[in-house]
């Protein structure tokens, strides 16, 4: 299948399957991604605020189906010694062993929970963290308040602030190391990065969310101008086998 690369100075992006992409990689220092949580998102979540549907929701998160497409990856970076910060559902963690667990309480603003009548809102989140030397901040608690808002998750259904991804990259690199996000989803790891002086590398299977990406990692780039905005590439790769015409 082919493959298109998006190169903005020292960031890369690509519109593929992760698992076709990642052996593919060179060195990374650290893996920070959302997973599709295998439980089905685009079948019971389709509606905004008061049932108006929000403008990608449609797409859903594709591989939500189940964790398989999760459970590769992170064994792919576990392989390869990677510390890796996972975002998961607290209904199904991913497997295998995890320095720590962190809650992201996202806020009353937003929650499932099923029958509205009888079920507290979920507000949180879980987060998997493996692998990772010393923390570069303080020793914070395990509960990381970032809330959002209803209009953070218009463009992607499981959009994440900018703010907790800043702090989740902060704390487990260090300024120009390359962090990966296997799935990108709309660019917020990316962005995250430029901010914080590193290199990203994301992955993208949905061509949408990843046209949304490059834009907003090529936004933040000309707003903090590490580098030159003409760096930009845009390229076509191919495996090996389809041939390159």
């Not at 690369?5 to 060195?27: E, F, Q, W």
């Not at 493996?130 to 509960?143: E, F, H, I, Q, Y």
């Not at 990316?190 to 299977?205: P, Y």
Request: aromatic share 8%; hydrophobic share 35%.
């Amino acid at each position: 299948m082919s493959v298109e690369k998006v190169t903005i100075g020292p960031h890369a992006m690509y519109l593929g399957d992760c698992r076709d992409i990642l052996p593919t990689l060179g060195k990374v220092d650290a893996v920070v991604t959302d997973p599709p949580y295998g439980i089905a998102l685009s079948d019971h979540s389709k509606g905004g605020r008061y049932g108006k549907p929000r403008k990608t929701w449609e797409l859903g998160i594709a591989g939500d189906a189940n964790q398989a497409i999760g459970i590769a990856v992170l064994q792919w970076a576990a392989d390869n010694h990677l510390p890796t910060v996972a975002f998961a559902s607290p209904k199904l963690p991913w497997p295998g062993k995890w320095r720590s667990l962190l809650v992201w309480d996202k806020g009353p603003t937003v929650g499932g929970g099923g029958d509205t009548q009888r079920c507290w809102k979920q507000t949180w989140e879980l987060i998997q963290v493996a692998r990772n030397g010393p923390l570069r901040g303080s020793r914070d608690g395990s509960v990381l308040r970032y809330w959002v808002t209803w209009k953070l998750s218009q463009d992607h259904p499981a959009a994440k602030p900018i703010s907790l991804t800043k702090y989740l990259v902060e704390q487990i690199t260090d300024s120009g190391q390359t962090i990966l996000d296997p799935f990108m989803g709309s660019g917020t790891t990316g962005v995250a990065c430029v901010r914080t002086s590193r290199t990203f590398i994301g992955i993208e299977k949905e061509p949408k969310y990843f046209e949304m990406a490059v834009k907003r990692i090529s936004d933040e780039v000309n707003r903090y101008p590490m580098l030159e905005p003409e760096q930009k590439t845009r390229q076509m790769e191919f495996t090996e086998d389809r041939p390159r015409t």
